[in-house]
C-alpha cells in the first residue's frame, strides 16, 4: 500500500473564490483583485464580480484576506516537539518546500497536554499575520490544537496512521502499517517463533506499527506477547531491553523507532546477550547514521521529509483557492542489515 492522503477537506456548500469567478465570467485572480481592492480592476468587472458575490452570499476566507495583507505566503508550524527525527524531518521538509515556494516559516511549539497550554498555541497560530498553519498532530498534544483551530484558519495537518482526527480538514499521513508487518514477518521468517514489541508513546494497537505487528503474528499463527511501552528517552527504553533481555524466550524485538532499537541494544549488550546472534532487534525510522551502528540496524526507512512537503503543497493550494491534490508519499519499506538472523546461531 502506498503511503496516502487519509482524509480531505471538505467545505460542503459554501461558496468559494472560483465559484464566483465562474459566476461573475473572470478569473479568479481578477475576484481576488477585487478582494484586495486593486486599481488594476475596471469599474464594470468590479460591479460584476462584486453582484456574484452578493448573489453567491460570498463571504471571504481568511486566506483572501491574508493575501490582501500580503501575508498569505506565511506558515506556521504547531508541534509539541523539534527535536525527535520524525518531527524534526516533517519540519525540514515543510522548511525546504517553503523556501521553494516563498513562503516564510516560523514554529510554534505547545508546552505541554494541558489544555491552557494547547490553546495558547493555536491562538498564536491563528492570529491573521500568522498565515497559514500545518500541525504535526503525532501526539495528544498535535490532536488537541488540530480540534481548537478555528474554522476560518487555513489549515492541513500531518497524523499517525489509523488516527480519526474530528475536523473536515486536509490530513496526510504515511501508512506504516504494511512495512510493520514486513518487518515482522522478516524476523518470523528467521524462524523466530514470535517476535516482542516495543512500543513509542504515539503507539495504540488500532496504528500502523503496533497494528501492523499484530496482524502479522496473527497472520502467521504466532503468539502475540504483551507490548512493552517506552517513553521518548533513552532511559526508559533501556529499561525496556532489560525486561526483555532477562526472559530466554525473546529472540526477536522490533521497536517503535531506532532511537528504542539503540537503547534496547545496549541492553541486551549490558545483559551478555548478543546481537543478533542470540536476539535479533529491528528499527524504525532508518535515522542517520543507523546504517553505521554495530551491528548495522535492520530498520524501516520512513520519508518524513516528504511528508512534510506534501503538506505544504497542500496549504499552499487551499491558500490559492485550489483543490488539494492526493499526495503521494514514498512508501515505509524495510531495510534489511546486519542486527537479524536466525536463532540457530544461538
Known sequence: MRGREVRAGVRGAVPSIRDVAAAAGVSYQTVSRV??????????????????????????????????????????????????????????????EARERGFSVGVRVIESAREGD?????????????????????????????????????????????????????????????????????????GHRTVHHVAIPSESGTRGREAGWRLALDGAGAPVPEVVPAGWDARSAYEAGRTLAQDPEVTAILCGNDDTALAVRRALYDAGRDVPGEVSVVGFDDVPGSAYWTPALTTVRIDFAALGRACLTALAAELDGLPASPAVLPVPHLVVRESTASPARQ
Open 35 to 96: 478582494l484586495n481592492d486593486s486599481p488594476r480592476v475596471h469599474a464594470e468587472t468590479r460591479a460584476r464580480v462584486v453582484e456574484a458575490m452578493e448573489r453567491l452570499g460570498y463571504r471571504p476566507s481568511r486566506a483572501a484576506r491574508a493575501l490582501g495583507l500580503g501575508r498569505a505566503r506565511a506558515v506556521t508550524v504547531v508541534t509539541s516537539n523539534t527535536t525527535l527525527y520524525g518531527y524534526a524531518s516533517v519540519l525540514q521538509g515543510i522548511e525546504g
Open 118 to 190: 494547547v490553546r495558547q498555541a493555536v491562538e498564536y497560530a491563528s492570529d491573521p499575520t500568522a498565515g497559514g498553519v500545518v500541525v504535526v498532530a503525532f501526539d495528544e498534544e498535535g490532536m488537541a490544537a488540530l480540534r481548537l483551530l478555528p474554522e476560518g484558519v487555513p489549515a492541513v495537518a500531518a497524523i499517525e496512521p489509523g488516527a480519526v482526527p474530528e475536523t473536515d480538514r486536509t490530513v496526510i499521513c504515511l501508512d506504516e502499517g504494511p512495512a510493520a508487518v514486513d518487518a515482522t514477518r522478516h524476523l518470523l521468517a528467521l
